[in-house]
């Protein structure tokens, strides 16, 4: 299966709003509430910000919401805070027991 | 508290093996699948697959077919992924993870074990 399509970056002043997007189809994306999106600090192991499309872990500030719309699915990083600056990717199903991830996004806080 | 440690990194000829370890605690072992991602230098993630930790039953990505193999030792909590006939293009950190939810999310993470394969 190929890759999501994510935005290779996205830059913010602190204290605004991003919003990064995840493209797939009607085969992952499309077709499951499924998706996860992890943060990645330079050097360090992917840790795991939303999962089933909206829902937090316990830990992770509310400033970080998900979304979904079609073959669309969407981080959003609100307060955007300097410590937020890293690499975030998204995941989903994408049926018969396999999963795919994103390309990545560069977020740097200016 | 969940922990998965992973081995440590390794240099390789191409044409070798390489064979990594994940040790989970905190939790029970074998109620929680376990996935496999490979990360290339400056490169996103990547979904290698995934052993059923209950049943030891693998499912494997495709263009990892063949030359990966996930095994585990559920007496000593551990997960291993081999990879066999290594080239220079394997060359990348390795991570294990937990499956959430009953594996539809990640929320553990091992710390990763780089393997660099170079002649």
């Known amino acids: 299966q190929s890759a999501l399509t994510q935005p290779a970056s996205v830059s913010g002043s602190p204290g605004q709003t991003i919003t990064i997007s995840c493209i797939g189809n009607?085969?992952?994306?499309?077709?499951?509430?499924?998706v996860s999106w992890y943060q990645q600090q330079p050097g360090k192991a992917p840790k795991l910000m939303i999962y089933e499309g909206g829902m937090r872990p316990s830990g992770v500030s509310n400033r970080f919401s998900g979304s979904k719309s079609g073959n669309t699915a969407s981080l959003t990083v609100s307060g955007l805070q300097p410590e937020d600056e890293a690499d975030y990717f998204c995941c989903s199903y994408a049926g018969n027991s396999t999963w795919v991830f994103g390309g990545g996004t560069k977020l740097t806080v200016l | 508290q969940v922990q998965l440690v992973q081995s440590g990194s390794e240099l390789k000829k191409p044409g070798a093996s390489v064979k990594v370890s994940c040790k989970a605690s905190?939790?029970?072992?074998?109620?929680?699948?376990l996935i496999w991602v490979r990360q290339a230098p400056g490169q996103g993630l990547e979904w290698m697959g995934w052993?059923?930790?209950?049943?030891?039953?693998?499912t494997y990505a495709q263009g990892f077919t063949g030359r990966i193999v996930f095994s585990l030792d559920t007496a000593v909590n551990t997960a291993y992924l081999e990879i066999s006939s290594l080239k220079p293009e394997d060359t990348a950190v390795y991570y294990c993870?937990?499956?959430?939810?009953?594996?539809?999310?990640?929320?553990?993470w091992g710390q990763g074990s780089l393997f660099t394969v170079s002649s």
């Open positions: 993870a937990r499956g959430g939810g009953g594996g539809f999310y990640f929320d553990h």
């Open positions: 052993i059923n930790t209950r049943t030891g039953h693998p």
């Open positions: 905190g939790y029970t072992f074998t109620r929680y699948p």
């Open positions: 009607s085969s992952d994306v499309g077709n499951y509430i499924l």
